[in-house]
């Protein structure tokens, strides 16, 4: 995968373009994140702002405090209800879009969990990924970002 992506709602009201690279992939144990994606976890893609352009639609948005006490303002559609991205106040550079929106996601591998304390009893987390049991400390987080960086192709100029 190399930029551009394009990603859509469900029902394709809502569509948008990342022009840059992904900064790292990881799923989310936080009930939060369970809640949200009607599922045992969430993905998350950070990926920086200024690269997130809409195609088409307007998001709806709202925010909510997350599991370790920080604001989030969620996007998501507002005739199908996907949730698209997140943009945390507290990195207000950064958007962490939710991958499964996007185009193609064949090649998307999670580099790391978050969370796992609040896994559901059934998720065995690889020993390949970082393992974290809440929310990561900014060098852990860095450590997500360099592992990410290690899988990507290298380009040719």
């Known amino acids: ?79 199908c209800g996907t949730r698209l991205f997140h943009n945390p106040t507290r990195n207000p550079q950064i958007t962490n879009i939710k991958p499964g929106t996007l185009d193609d996601t064949r090649e998307l591998r999670a580099v790391g969990n978050l969370w796992i304390r609040s896994a559901q009893p059934w998720i065995h987390c690889s020993e390949e990924t970082l393992n974290y049991q809440g929310q990561p400390t900014p060098e852990e987080y860095s450590q997500l970002l360099d592992k990410f960086s290690l899988q990507m192709p290298v380009r040719e100029e």
Do not use: N
Request: charged share 20%.
């Open 1 to 79: 995968m190399t930029a551009p992506y394009t990603g859509r709602c469900q029902c394709g009201q809502v569509r948008y373009e990342i022009r840059a690279e992904p900064l790292t992939v990881y799923a989310c144990h936080c009930r939060e994140c369970q809640r949200q994606s009607a599922s045992a976890f969430g993905m998350s893609m950070p990926v920086p702002r200024a690269a997130v352009i809409l195609l088409q639609g307007t998001p709806k948005q709202w925010s909510r405090t997350s599991d370790s006490g920080r604001e989030v303002v969620c996007f998501f559609c507002g005739e």
